[in-house]
Structure formats: C-alpha cells, structure tokens
C-alpha cells in the first residue's frame, strides 16, 4: 500500500512542478513582452525607427541596437536597450549640431577670404616682387617655369587667391609665393625698367650699339662682328655665348616663325652654312652687326635676307 501511495505522490509531485515551470515559463514571457512594449515605445517616441514595432516583438531587438550604431560586439539586456537607444540618438544628434556649426565657420571663413580678395583686386592691379621668384604655372611650388622675375620688377595682378598672385609679366602669365610681392598700382611704374621684361631689356641695350662699325673679331662698341654683337648683348644679361654664329646656332633652342619672340636670335646663310646672326625686335625686324654698315636694323622680308634666312634660336626662357 505504501508504495503505491509513493507512485502516486511522485506523480502528483511531477504535475505540480510542470504545472509550475509552464506558469515560470509564461511569466517570463510576459515579463518580456511587457520589456519589449516598452522599448518600443521609446524608440517610438524618440522617432529613431519605424520598424521598432516589428523588430522587437520578433526577438531582433539587439538587431535594431546594431542598426542604430552600438558596438557590433556590446551586449546588452533589453530592458537597457531604450536607454541605450536614447543615448545614441543625443550622440547623433550632437553631431549634426557640431557638423553644422563646422559648415557655418567654413562658409563664414570662405566669405571673409573672397570678401578680402575682392577689397585687393578693387584696390590694386599690380605686384611689386620684394625678391627674385621663379614664376610657376600652377598655385604650388612645384610647377615653376624657367622664367625668373627680378626683385623690384612689376607684374600685372590678374587675382590672388589662398597666398599666391597670379600675375602677367611681359607675355608670360603665372602664380608667384604672395610672401615675396607687395600690392602696388600698375600705372605708377608703368613704362619705366620696373615693367620691362628681360628681352625689353636686352633689345633695348641692343640698340645701344647701333652705328658701331663693323670689326671682324670685335665684340665691342669700337667694333664688331656679328657674333660678338650677340655675345656682348646677351653677356649683360647672364648669359654666356661662344664667338661664333654656327656655334651660338647649335646652343640655342630652334623655335619657328610662329613661336618666334623679341629678343630671340636669327640666323642667315650669307656665304655657306651657318655665318650670320642677329636679334630679332619683332614685327620681322632685326638688329645685326653688318659687314656693309655696321651695327643696323633690318627686315627679315627684304629679299636678299629672305632668300638666305635659316630660322630663330631661344636662348632666354
């Protein structure tokens, strides 16, 4: 008898506990459903979501944690995950603050620098160089051009823009460094050496020499030749060339009609190969160190120059 008493409160004693694991196991899950109310009610109010209502209730709360910008490797329970929500959404939200008051300082900077580049553009069309700069083709340092602007020298302002002019300077057009010129008005120096180019500077010293007679082997105001015309012009310059027509022809950089510039150098066949030379002004005219009159201008389209005219050399940049 006992032991079916026993069978039998062993029996009753397992349907009481399934009884109460099954009622465990509901409130669980009431409690949790009850979490999940409330944290999408939190996402929902806060506005982070409008799949807050779908995601939760389906076990993929952590999935909508992740989404809003939590850590892939954090963990958290659900109850903590309308805070956590809460507190990502304030740091998004300072973001956007600090992103936009970025954009208004840049924007305000930007206006305060065009506001500046128009008051000096207003104001001043010209550059004076403070020293020697290489002029570059770009607004950097690492495009300089071979064409050097001497200290004292005044270029045209065409703009300016982030600490470098961009200036013309005879026929060339570039940037120099802002640090190295100050803004002045172009028709003060207009006209004077402060503006001239070195070629202005060289066909002007050329001109020095007109009427100097013609002495083979010469190279200066008491005589000439050809050659030595071009070596002494160039010589006050910094430039060093040999005493010989053929030899100065095979220094310089051959350049064609259409390219050639004042103070470029020309060269003839006179009486076989390479055996004239003389600079070029421009406008097909030319100075030279004749055998028949000395140191003279000439055109490039007079018939006995035409017919044995060989091409132009570049010696400056």
């Known amino acids: 008898m006992s032991r079916k008493f026993a069978c039998l409160y062993l029996a009753v004693a397992l349907l009481v506990s399934s009884i109460w694991i099954a009622s465990a196991d509901e409130r669980d899950t009431i409690q949790q459903e009850v979490q999940y109310s409330a944290a999408v009610e939190a996402l929902d109010a806060a506005g982070l979501t409008s799949r807050s209502s779908n995601v939760l209730p389906s076990g993929e709360g952590l999935a909508l944690a992740l989404e809003l910008g939590l850590p892939e490797e954090e963990t958290?329970?659900?109850s903590q995950l309308p805070?956590?929500?809460l507190?990502?959404?304030?740091a998004q939200e300072d973001a956007a603050r600090r992103k936009q008051a970025d954009t208004a300082a840049a924007a305000a900077d930007a206006a305060a620098k065009e506001a500046a580049r128009q008051s000096l553009l207003s104001e001043y069309d010209g550059v004076q160089l403070t020293e020697a700069v290489r002029l570059r083709s770009a607004?950097?340092?690492?495009?300089?051009t071979s064409l050097t602007i001497d200290s004292g020298k005044v270029a045209r302002l065409n703009d300016y823009q982030d600490g470098w002019y961009q200036v013309t300077f005879g026929q060339s057009t570039g940037y120099i460094p802002a640090e190295y010129a100050q803004p002045v008005h172009?028709?003060?120096y207009e006209g004077t050496s402060a503006t001239n180019?070195?070629?202005?500077?060289l066909i002007a010293y050329a001109y020095t020499y007109l009427g100097t007679p013609y002495v083979y082997g010469g190279s200066s105001y008491s005589g000439t030749d050809c050659s030595g015309f071009t070596m002494a012009v160039f010589a006050k310059f910094g430039y060093s060339l040999s005493h010989g027509a053929s030899d100065q022809y095979y220094t310089a950089t051959s350049v064609s009609s259409e390219e050639r510039q004042a103070g470029d150098l020309v060269f003839f066949d006179t009486f076989g190969g390479i055996s004239h030379v003389g600079i070029y002004l421009g406008g097909g005219q030319f100075i030279h160190a004749s055998s028949s009159g000395g140191v003279k201008v000439n055109s490039l389209y007079e018939s006995y120059y035409a017919a044995c005219y060989l091409g132009a050399g570049r010696i400056l940049p």
């Open 76 to 78: 958290i329970s659900l």
């Open 83 to 85: 805070t956590e929500a």
């Open 87 to 90: 507190k990502t959404s304030q």
């Open 139 to 144: 607004a950097d340092n690492d495009t300089a």
């Open 186 to 188: 172009y028709a003060d």
């Open 197 to 201: 180019t070195v070629r202005e500077e």
